[in-house]
């Protein structure tokens, strides 16, 4: 029997892995994409399947109620995923007025319009029907040297960023415990892979290397952070929507603690490997800069209950992923530079007004 997953902020980063990884690992699945594509939602992420009978795209804003309920009642999805967010926690700092509207406002017009399908279709559309709304560890705050984030940690996020995604988080759990929402919230590290909009770390370091331009640091660059391959991502949350149980949250992590130092290292040299500077390393663009207000130390999550519960794991080394990242971006210069173009020309975001 065919499914029809509802993807909002689908042509996002992680949206857009995980449509292509819904349509490629389920034949009969239908997928439509709800995107009101702001600068890091982009088209051409999807430009591959955008011929695929199976695949729909609305473009719309997740906080106009009319339109999400309009589409919700005509598609009739099994499964809500709920990416949409704005994610980067520079901009938050600069702005974080966006971040209220469409990480809180949105996701509560998303969990009441699945309330209203749910009630307009009855009993047994309800039964298998489910509301993955996806989330971050950002919401758990701090970790010291030691620890892990579970789904037992207290909520104590640092940043407007954090702090928004954590009022949606405490939405989606008041949307089951009031009314009987079949949601499912999961909270992942750090994501990386193909289609990730060059603000982040990994895609800033590759694109300004391959320019000789310098590869900005922040602080001491000893921030750590647990780093997930975004496809390995788009299987813990397909199995989730799948298995996973109703009420309860899910902690989706990696098991690759790096500093951000590391990380810059262990891009560099795969730029050495596979486009060799003319002399010496990309290494030594390398440039420490002014720290982000208010950067959380590190951030590491136990995903034992998932793999416990749903017999999750992720599959990509760190090593592997990459250099598979890497050789992505390197073969899609394109796509980075009409990226680049637009209204982001990787500057430094996220400083206050103090600081600038």
């Not at 509207?101 to 009630?119: I, Q």
């Amino acid at each position: 029997m065919s499914k029809t997953y509802f993807v909002t902020g689908g042509a996002g980063f992680i949206g857009s892995n995980l449509v292509h990884y819904l349509l490629e690992t389920d034949s009969s699945a239908n997928v439509v994409v709800y995107d009101r594509l702001t600068y890091a939602g982009n088209v051409d992420n999807l430009a591959s399947v955008a011929g695929d009978r199976r695949y729909r795209f609305i473009h719309a804003d997740i906080c106009d109620r009319e339109r999400v309920r309009h589409a919700l009642e005509e598609t009739k999805p099994n499964v809500v995923f709920n990416l949409a967010a704005e994610s980067h926690v520079d901009r938050s700092i600069d702005g974080p007025s966006e971040f209220v509207r469409t990480n809180v406002v949105g996701a509560f017009e998303m969990l009441d319009a699945s309330r209203g399908l749910l009630a307009k279709q009855g009993a047994a559309f309800a039964k298998d029907f489910r509301f993955v709304h996806v989330s971050t560890d950002e919401v758990f705050g701090s970790l010291g040297a030691t620890g892990f984030f579970t789904e037992e940690t207290r909520y104590a996020p640092n940043s407007p960023y954090a702090a928004s995604k954590a009022g949606a988080d405490h939405l989606a759990r008041a949307y089951f415990h009031t009314y009987g929402m079949p949601v499912i919230t999961t909270n992942c590290s750090n994501n990386y892979g193909p289609y990730q909009f060059p603000e982040k770390l990994i895609p800033l370091t590759i694109l300004n290397a391959l320019e000789g331009k310098p590869l900005p640091i922040y602080g001491d660059g000893k921030n750590v952070r647990d780093w997930l391959y975004v496809v390995d991502h788009c299987d813990a949350l397909l199995l989730a929507a799948t298995a996973g149980k109703p009420g309860e949250t899910y902690n989706v992590g990696g098991h690759n603690e790096r500093t951000t130092l590391e990380i810059a290292h262990a891009v560099c040299d795969v730029l050495d490997q596979q486009v060799p500077r003319k002399s010496g390393s990309y290494r030594e663009l390398i440039t420490f800069v002014t720290d982000r207000p208010g950067h959380d130390r590190r951030y590491a999550i136990d995903p034992q209950k998932i793999s416990a519960e749903l017999g999750w794991a992720p599959k990509t080394q760190f090593a592997s992923g990459i250099e598979k990242t890497v050789s992505w971006y390197l073969g899609h210069r394109d796509w980075c530079d009409k990226i680049s173009k637009g209204v982001y020309r990787r500057e430094r975001l996220g400083l206050t007004e103090a600081k600038r």
